[in-house]
């Protein structure tokens, strides 16, 4: 139930990352959001149909805890609004937690 969560939270957050150019404009830090997004797009892709096991597990809880730190850290400085990186901060942290849930059981 957990590994569906985690997939959940990445195509969602993917999706948005993908799209965040439309609504914000094209800037630099807003382009940059989109390779990470379909990252997250094809990792939460492989979880919700079961393909590559706990692998594809154990490689999105490595990219969801870099991409929560890069977010954290970039926060302040980002050309994107700061409520967006406040709650792709808070999506990563979920996904996170939810893929540890997995994993560890």
């Known amino acids: 139930m957990l590994m569906g969560a985690a997939a959940g939270l990445f195509v969602f957050a993917g999706l948005w990352r993908s799209f965040e150019w439309i609504v ?35 490689v999105a809880l490595v990219v969801a805890i870099a991409s929560l730190v890069g977010s954290f850290l970039t926060r302040n400085r980002s050309q994107v609004r700061r409520w967006v990186m406040w709650a792709l901060v808070l999506i990563d942290l979920a996904i996170v937690s939810s893929l540890i849930g997995a994993l560890s059981a």
């Open 24 to 58: 914000h404009g094209r800037n630099r830090d807003s382009m940059r959001l989109i390779p990470g997004g379909v990252i997250y797009l094809i990792l939460g892709l492989l979880i919700a149909f079961g393909i590559g096991g706990t692998i594809v597990g154990w």
